[in-house]
């Protein structure tokens, strides 16, 4: 017989207070969701922004639509599995599948920098072309501005999206409940790994890539077996950790998740050990977590395995009554520690 150990202590990190910006407050995790608490919700706050979904939904003539928008500016503009321009298209095209919005259309901002060589931005632009046609989206407005040698990165890019959610959908981070399933669509890490070791010229045995990716198909094929889905989050910013949290606190339920169930890959797990990395707070840009109900979580997993970006699918925990608010992994020693939401920021400019 076993024993297992239940570990009851946090050691939250430090969150500084003060009256300026921090590169943290775009972690996607407690400073950001500070900021938007304290100054965004206060300013604009409404019934549909207080959601604070992915998207806002909201319905137009008896038609409901989803509407999402996004800014890129990620360092180095060019990465192993993508660049820039790839990426602001995925993460528009996710933001609104995980509305279960079908994406129509996109629009396109860029802010370059004087001095940005003419061939990157045409390499930018070609790659955000194949990967609109490739969705099954349009671009179809834009703008352009110019800022003064000094005053940027190379190139910023803002994205919008629209599309349209099918009647009677209605997916929210406030809907799980005891007893649901959490799924996880594959292995965690890959994208923030790999910006970070272009970046910082790192090198590994075998050249570790982004998993950026739309996700929209396999969303589809999710709501295609019928199940009684509650939401669903891609973890970008914030990785795994945040997003759990995020929903459990929406929710007001707790979450236990086991370690052994969460793919990280072999060269991803040996550069967090070298960098002193935690993989569940990594930023992924091709993986998307669902809460789904309990009867229904093997047959989204076999749907999803039907998907190139679901092959490795699987459940990796179940939402709990326990203590709500709070995610909780049992670890591979049979132990369990809580998963906090990121405090900083490991890894800026990577989205």
Do not use: W
Request: hydrophobic share 40%.
């Amino acid at each position: 017989m076993s024993t297992k150990t239940e570990l009851t202590i946090t050691c939250p990190a430090p969150i500084p207070a003060g009256d300026k910006i921090l590169l943290g407050h775009g972690s996607g995790g407690k400073l950001s969701a500070q900021l938007v608490e304290r100054v965004f919700l206060p300013a604009f706050g409404n019934p549909t922004l207080d959601q604070l979904n992915d998207q806002a939904t909201f319905a137009i003539d008896g038609v409901r639509l989803a509407m999402t928008t996004d800014s890129f500016v990620v360092k180095p503009l060019f990465f192993p599995g993508g660049d820039i321009g790839s990426l602001a298209v995925h993460g528009t095209v996710n933001d609104l599948a995980m509305g279960g919005a079908q994406p129509l259309f996109l629009s396109v901002a860029f802010i370059l920098e004087e001095g940005l060589p003419m061939e990157s931005l045409q390499k930018i632009a070609d790659s955000m072309h194949r990967a609109a046609d490739a969705a099954g989206v349009q671009i179809v407005t834009g703008d352009t501005k110019v800022v003064e040698q000094g005053k940027g990165d190379g190139l910023f890019i803002n994205t919008s999206g629209i599309g349209v959610v099918p009647n009677g959908l209605m997916l929210g981070s406030e809907k799980a409940k005891p007893g649901d399933k959490i799924i996880l669509s594959g292995s965690i890490g890959d994208h923030g790994i790999a910006i970070l070791a272009q970046r910082e010229g790192l090198e590994f045995e075998t050249t570790i890539e982004s998993d950026t990716a739309p996700l929209h198909k396999l969303v589809d094929a999710m709501l295609g077996t019928g199940a009684a889905i509650r939401c669903m989050r891609d973890p970008t910013r914030g990785g795994l950790s945040s997003s759990l949290n995020e929903i459990a606190t929406r929710s007001q339920v707790g979450m236990m998740i086991e370690e052994e169930q969460i793919v990280v890959r072999e060269e991803v797990r040996g550069a967090c050990e070298m960098l002193g990395l935690d993989p569940l707070y990594v930023a992924n840009e091709g993986k998307m977590i669902s809460i789904v109900e309990a009867a229904a979580a093997d047959r989204v997993v076999a749907a999803m395995r039907e998907n190139v970006y679901g092959r490795e699918a699987r459940v990796i925990g179940t939402v709990t009554e326990k203590h709500p608010g709070t995610v909780v992994m049992r670890t591979a020693f049979g132990t369990t520690r809580i998963v906090d939401m990121l405090a900083g920021d490991q890894l800026p400019r990577i989205c």
